[in-house]
């Protein structure tokens, strides 16, 4: 009986020594298959420590791959606590070269935690500042590396590029749109501590950072530098309260240029106010288009087949009726009888009101919905507005022959251009942008490409060249003559909007504006130019704004190799105008006989011979009358 008790004690033994034994195996078997990555690393953390090295921000660069926005290294001071042995004397010094007191310094350096990062004067370190730390030699006290967002161009493209804070995060414009992929990955270097957090004798383990992704813009850098001159000049010249310019591919809805003023230093924007750095007026400010909004009601009104331009007429006496209202024209008097092109020229407000009327409501507010006004474009920036339009249902006789000559509106600069653009692109409405591409930092190989995203088609490409025509002479024979370009094809709408305040409009106080387009006949880019109330002129859109957007369009003439033509409208000359001439073709000509063809001109020789064997200017160009001519002679 006792032995019986025996064996089965030993079995009951044995076999809880068997379970164990199960258990201890499985939990192995689980910890070192299941656990393991979990537990490695907690426990790697008890006694592995991280110095943190910033990845760089993603590049921004123009169409053409110059940097817009790029990064360079600084250097910041990193504690570990545990490893400062005299914590008295290294907060002192530190507090000495950091211009700090002593207690901030302390609190840092006595911190329980692993490490402590000093924020914020210990970040950006001056050359001769790191340099001063690094000879203190102090253990427990790191200097690491950290990337700075830096913009050559400073001010240039500000509000489309926007600014980053201390820790490179994006906080407005394309910085902050694409934070998400110009957001690098840190790095670290890794070394190991016992649990004092005593440094050990170990290797350390390096980290690299993996820097963001490349931003490709659809600015070219040569025409925005050449637009910034251009607003530098403006408020300079007439001392106006703001100015802007958007420069566009039509057929795209690429952005090429875009700025306002004021503008900002992006490197240095904690010296400007929230308001200056956060409002991107092509995209932010709305207002009354006035005038350049015609293109719309003329566009409408062709497609709706209501008027011919041609020999349709109409008589501005200077001012229409409309329930009790009366609308005037800028003209006192009026322009007369007029084709419905001459009212175009002449930007008479009482013909845009029998256009609209031809047109109808109903229709003109579908028109003015279907090229994207109302609603924000989307281009991809933040603090985009979508402007107002009068309700259908609340829009009175009044109300709709305002609207037919852009007041009592209100809209954006970048839905202007976007619409204009697509009045004169065939018909078709895109959606603007500003980021063309996203490319792998290292290797710069193409990520992810964004094509053209077209909207709808508005008008037909009959109505489009039409109204290119009509635009053309506007330039040519009307209020826009101070954009003509003598040798290139060169339409646009001048503008004249009355501001509001208090519900009253202003009085000498007007936003003037430009929207043009070259070559005429098949356009490669849109210019918009609005300034806010310039002091000391006459304030017309046609005596300020036209001849800004001119320069800008001579400017981009050459940055962007548009071919002259000689195809376009003569200009209709009044006595202060430069008159141009056509220069007739003396080559292969005798001497005398071009001499003769060439009455007027100054001309200088060059060469031996009898005979015109090359000229300069060529032929069949517009030159200024009395200009010099020079002929090669030959045989």
């Given at each position: 009986m006792f032995f019986n008790d025996i064996h089965t004690r030993i079995r009951y033994v044995f076999l809880v020594v068997i379970c164990l034994i199960l258990i201890v195996i499985v939990r192995v078997f689980v910890i070192q298959v299941f656990q393991y990555d979990k537990l490695s690393t907690l426990a790697d953390s008890l006694w592995s420590r991280k110095l943190p090295i910033a990845a760089d921000r993603g590049l921004i660069v123009d169409r053409n791959g110059k940097e817009l926005a790029t990064n360079i290294t600084t250097t910041s001071l990193v504690l570990i606590p545990n490893q400062?042995?005299?914590?008295?004397?290294?907060?002192k010094?530190?507090?000495?070269?950091l211009g700090v007191t002593y207690e901030e310094m302390f609190s840092h350096v006595s911190k329980k935690t692993s490490i402590e990062r000093v924020h914020?004067?210990?970040?950006?370190l001056s050359y001769e500042t790191a340099e001063k730390i690094n000879n203190l030699n102090y253990d427990g006290v790191y200097l690491v590396k950290e990337s700075k967002r830096y913009y050559p161009y400073a001010s240039a493209l500000s509000h489309v590029l926007g600014y980053v804070g201390i820790d490179n995060q994006g906080l407005s414009g394309l910085e902050l749109y694409y934070d998400d992929y110009l957001t690098g990955e840190d790095g670290?270097?890794?070394y190991f501590s016992d649990g004092k957090?005593?440094?050990l004798e170990l290797s350390e383990v390096y980290e690299a950072p993996t820097s963001g992704i490349t931003i490709q813009t659809t600015i070219d850098l040569d025409l925005q530098l050449a637009v910034e001159n251009e607003l530098d000049n403006v408020i300079s010249k007439y001392n106006a309260e703001h100015a802007l310019a958007i420069v566009m591919d039509p057929d795209t809805g690429e952005v090429l240029a875009m700025s306002s003023r004021p503008n900002f230093d992006s490197n240095n924007y904690q010296d400007y106010t929230t308001e200056v750095i956060n409002r991107n007026l092509p995209i932010w400010m709305t207002y009354e288009p006035g005038s350049t909004f015609k293109i719309i009601t003329l566009a409408s009104a062709i497609e709706e087949k209501v008027i011919d331009i041609f020999s349709d007429m109409y008589t501005d006496t200077g001012a229409i009726g409309v329930e009790g209202a009366t609308l005037h024209c800028w003209k006192h008097g009026g322009h007369g009888t007029q084709t419905f092109l001459q009212v175009t020229e002449n930007s008479c407000n009482p013909g845009f009101v029998v256009m609209g009327q031809k047109?109808?409501?109903?229709?003109?507010?579908?028109?003015?919905?279907?090229?994207?006004?109302?609603?924000?474009?989307?281009?991809d920036l933040n603090g985009e507005s979508s402007g107002i339009m009068f309700k259908l249902e609340k829009m009175g006789p009044v109300e709709h022959a305002t609207t037919s000559f852009g007041q009592g509106i209100s809209v954006t600069p970048i839905q202007q251009v976007t619409a204009v653009s697509a009045v004169i692109n065939g018909g078709i409405l895109y959606q603007p942008k500003i980021v063309k591409a996203l490319n792998e930092s290292e290797t710069n190989t193409l990520i992810k490409e964004f094509g053209n995203a077209k909207i709808r088609q508005v008008i037909?490409?009959?109505t489009s060249n039409l109204v290119r025509y009509a635009l053309e002479s506007v330039v040519a024979n009307g209020t826009g003559r101070n954009a003509y370009i003598e040798n290139y094809r060169v339409g646009g709408k001048t503008g004249t909007a009355q501001k509001v305040s208090n519900g009253k409009y202003m009085i000498g106080n007007y936003i003037l504006s430009f929207i043009g387009f070259l070559p005429a006949d098949d356009p490669e880019i849109v210019v918009y130019v609005a300034v806010d109330n310039p002091k000391g002129v006459s304030q017309y859109g046609g005596t300020v704004s036209a001849p800004i957007a001119k320069n800008i369009m001579q400017s981009a003439i050459e940055i962007l190799d548009i071919k002259p033509s000689s195809k376009g409208m003569p200009k209709e000359y009044n006595w202060l105008d430069t008159k141009y001439v056509v220069v007739p073709n003396v080559?292969?000509?005798?001497?005398e006989e071009a001499e003769k063809l060439l009455k007027g001109f100054k001309i200088e020789y060059t060469g031996k011979g009898s005979r015109v064997i090359y000229q300069s200017p060529q032929a069949n160009y517009f030159t200024p009358e009395g200009s010099t001519i020079m002929l090669m002679l030959g045989n």
């Open positions: 400062i042995a005299d914590k008295k004397a290294v907060s010094d530190l507090a000495e070269i914020p004067e210990g970040r950006r670290a270097i890794k957090g005593n440094r047109v109808g409501k109903e229709k003109l507010m579908e028109y003015i919905a279907n090229f994207g006004f109302g609603k924000k474009t989307n281009i037909s490409k009959e080559v292969g000509k005798d001497l």
